[in-house]
């Protein structure tokens, strides 16, 4: 079964910026539509971004709206997720998922249980 797995989390100051990657193996992400995720223990899962399989439909979360930018190169099989202008609320464990093809008819991007396949996650710390 495919996997993925996310890199380059790590610290960062305040206005700092990370670029985590999301690389898959065992699977095409040519079909995958891929969603970041992140959570900050005993809080609520939240919807970072997203990105189609062609890469030509792209959401993100009003909190990150203008600072992070989501992009992927199916060639390597990899996601991006550039994360700009860091601040202290983004620090959270960071989590890519896909889905093939992409959610449900009528289904919500931001609904975790429409992802498969997710990765063990990286953790991002914003912190002067």
């Known amino acids: 079964q495919g996997q993925l797995a996310e890199s380059g989390g790590g610290l960062a100051q305040p206005g700092g910026s990370l670029t985590l990657s999301c690389v898959a193996s065992?699977?095409?992400?040519?079909?995958?539509?891929i969603a970041w995720f992140r959570q900050v223990p005993g809080k609520e899962r939240e919807a970072v971004s997203s990105?189609?399989?062609?890469?030509?439909?792209?959401f993100y979360a009003d909190s990150v709206k203008g600072r992070f930018t989501v992009s992927r190169d199916n060639a390597k099989n990899t996601v991006y997720l550039q994360m700009n202008s860091l601040k202290p609320e983004d620090s959270a464990e960071y989590f890519c998922?896909?889905?093939?093809?992409?959610?449900?008819?009528?289904?919500?991007?931001?609904?975790?249980?429409?992802?498969?396949?997710w990765g063990q996650g990286t953790q991002v710390t914003v912190s002067s």
């Open positions: 998922a896909g889905v093939m093809g992409g959610p449900s008819y009528g289904g919500d991007w931001r609904n975790g249980a429409e992802y498969h396949t």
């Open positions: 990105i189609s399989w062609s890469g030509g439909s792209k």
């Open positions: 065992d699977l095409n992400l040519n079909y995958y539509y």
